[in-house]
T-cell receptor
Framework: GAGVSQSPSNKVTEKGKDVELRCDPI?????LYWYRQSLGQGLEFLIY????????KSGLPSDRFSAERTGGSVSTLTIQRTQQEDSAVYLC????????????FGAGTRLSVL | AQKVTQAQTEISVVEKEDVTLDCVYE???????LFWYKQPPSGELVFLIR??????QNEISGRYSWNFQKSTSSFNFTITASQVVDSAVYFC????????????FGKGITLSVRP
């Protein structure tokens, strides 16, 4: 597609439920990033995928968070047993792996945990 | 450790005023990249500019200009003759060289341009 696509745009869930957030990167981009934007913490890095390499999970806040990237394209971020503090906007970005290395962002998924 | 400080949190100006958004960064790397992104009310982060650490030339793009000074670790952004459409949150970010690196963002500056 023309840009990074994220779905759903909004997600409301109850505390304790699992949620899945989807990211479809720009075609041809081999690097994919997840960030979280919350009022108190600003924009925080969560996880990074590059081709077939092991992902950089250093930003995941707890073991309730996981992500996968199938076929080197679409990525899913899963949050298990959601807590109210997980409420935030989850942003996905993609970039090439050589050259200019600009990360292009999707519009995000706004997650609200009640 | 990498750090980006945007000391201004909110700025309000009247249309046609010039406004400068400050960004100060910390890094021990000699090679790195600096970015500015704009986040309008729609929420999507829009890339504005990238600057590498070896290029200290100032850049101008229309009403936008950027001043990069390694001596003061600053990468400031000026909007000339501001317009209402410039109202947004502006983020400065730092990235280590190499493909496998995240963006480290500042807290962002909320710019409101009043008609």
């Amino acid at each position: 597609g023309a840009g990074v696509s994220q779905s759903p745009s909004n997600k409301v869930t109850e505390k304790g439920k699992d949620v899945e957030l989807r990211c479809d990167p720009i075609s041809g981009h081999t690097a994919l990033y997840w960030y979280r934007q919350s009022l108190g913490q600003g924009l925080e890095f969560l996880i990074y995928f590059q081709g077939n390499s092991a992902p950089d999970k250093s930003g995941l806040p707890s073991d309730r968070f996981s992500a996968e990237r199938t076929g080197g394209s679409v990525s899913t971020l899963t949050i298990q047993r959601t807590q109210q503090e997980d409420s935030a906007v989850y942003l996905c970005a993609s970039s090439t792996s050589t050259g200019v290395l600009i990360q292009y962002f999707g519009a995000g998924t706004r997650l609200s945990v009640l | 450790a990498q750090k980006v400080t945007q000391a201004q949190t909110e700025i309000s100006v009247v249309e046609k005023e010039d406004v400068t958004l400050d960004c100060v960064y910390e890094t021990r790397d000699t090679t790195y990249y600096l970015f500015w992104y704009k986040q309008p009310p729609s929420g999507e982060l829009v890339f504005l500019i990238r600057r590498n650490s070896f290029d200290e030339q100032n850049e101008i793009s229309g009403r936008y200009s950027w001043n990069f000074q390694k001596s003061t670790s600053s990468f400031n952004f000026t909007i000339t003759a501001s317009q209402v459409v410039d109202s947004a949150v502006y983020f400065c970010a730092l990235k280590r060289a190499g493909a496998n690196s995240k963006l480290t963002f500042g807290k962002g500056i909320t710019l409101s341009v009043r008609p």
